[in-house]
């Protein structure tokens, strides 16, 4: 893990304007990056999705397809971030009963000059996001929370694994 004391803020070029870093110059190599979240609901709720009965239909199904929508859109949600050409898409889910929580779990590589953590990010968040819009109408109050970076491989920092 880099010191994050010595990092420098990459984004802005040396009169604080924005910039989208030019990672023309970099090496490709093959960049994989993991991403976990989760989003907890009612009883009722959480049976239902389980069950296969929630109203709108198979929630985490839909649910996989929006994270891995959401993925290839990156550029397009989050100013700054370059177009990739992502290789792949994995988005799982975890049924933990005793609170539960429906843990998701994304995974995104491909082969470039600039890194995926963005991808997984954003898979999981949306992927969150459809799993409480088809389930609202059951359970208003639930929490989507811990989205964070797990592993990330590949370019110049090499990996990071979180503790």
Do not use: W
Request: with cysteine.
């Amino acid at each position: 893990m880099s010191n994050e004391k010595d990092a420098a803020f990459t984004h802005f070029d040396d009169h604080g304007n924005a910039i989208m870093v030019d990672v023309g110059g970099k090496a490709a190599t093959v960049r994989v990056a993991n991403a976990a979240g989760f989003i907890t609901m009612s009883p009722q709720a959480f049976q239902m999705v389980k069950s296969g009965t929630m109203s709108k239909g198979d929630v985490l199904g839909i649910a996989r397809v929006a994270g891995i929508m959401a993925a290839k859109k990156v550029d397009s949600l989050i100013p700054l971030c370059h177009p990739l050409l992502i290789s792949k898409v994995n988005i799982d889910f975890s049924y933990r009963d005793d609170d539960n929580t429906i843990e998701i779990f994304a995974t995104v590589g491909m082969s470039g000059q600039t890194g995926v953590e963005m991808e997984a990010l954003t898979a999981v968040s949306i992927a969150a996001l459809t799993i409480y819009d088809m389930c609202k109408a059951v359970d208003k109050s639930m929490v989507i929370g811990n989205i964070r970076l797990m592993k990330k491989t590949g370019g110049k920092s090499g990996t990071y694994v979180r503790s």
